[in-house]
């Protein structure tokens, strides 16, 4: 059984999970309309794993008989100036993420919830895949510089990318 606590992050952390999901949406419809196709393809990866990860903590919640409650999710950016600058934003963005399951993992030690403690593995390995896949990305846009020919290379290359589910036990 979750603590109060804990099932109260938990939820938060759903309304996160979502929210990423619908920055990733907003951002892959920002670049498809700019011909960006890879750049759009790559959000639009994102924002499908971003919903299994809120799903796998819905199905986890559930699990452990707690009660998930969906909140509104806030507004998201519709622009940004450049491939950079929206991959600068999910690093950030992914940063706070990190920190958010941190705080879950906090929480679950001071609880000794060790369920979910070893349930928040697999998203503290995905953390760090995370970040330094947005960190490639951003290396490589500032290699480019303002280079089309780089620019069309990465947006070539971002096209590749093929969505897989999640694979952690019991999700």
């Known amino acids: 059984m979750l603590s109060e606590k804990m099932e109260k992050a938990l939820n938060a952390q759903i309304n996160a999970?979502?929210?990423?999901?619908?920055?990733y949406l907003s951002m892959s419809i920002h670049f498809s309309a700019k011909g960006m196709k890879g750049v759009a393809n790559w959000f639009a990866v994102q924002f499908k794993e971003e919903q299994d990860h809120a799903q796998i903590f819905v199905d986890y919640v559930l699990a452990r008989g707690g009660r998930v409650t969906l909140a509104p999710i806030a507004e998201v950016p519709c622009e940004w100036e450049s491939p950079l600058a929206a991959f600068e934003a999910?690093?950030?963005?992914?940063?706070?993420?990190?920190?958010?399951?941190?705080?879950?993992?906090?929480?679950?030690?001071?609880?000794?919830?060790?369920?979910?403690?070893?349930?928040?593995?697999?998203?503290?390995?995905?953390?760090?895949e995370e970040e330094q896949n947005a960190q490639d990305i951003i290396d490589s846009l500032k290699m480019v510089d303002d280079s089309k020919m780089g620019l069309y290379m990465i947006d070539k290359e971002l096209a590749a990318r093929v969505y897989t589910a999640p694979s952690i036990a019991g999700a």
């Open 90 to 128: 999910t690093l950030v963005h992914e940063k706070k993420v990190t920190a958010m399951i941190d705080a879950l993992c906090r929480q679950a030690e001071a609880d000794k919830d060790f369920a979910t403690a070893n349930k928040l593995v697999w998203f503290v390995d995905e953390q760090v």
């Open 17 to 23: 999970e979502f929210w990423s999901a619908y920055l």
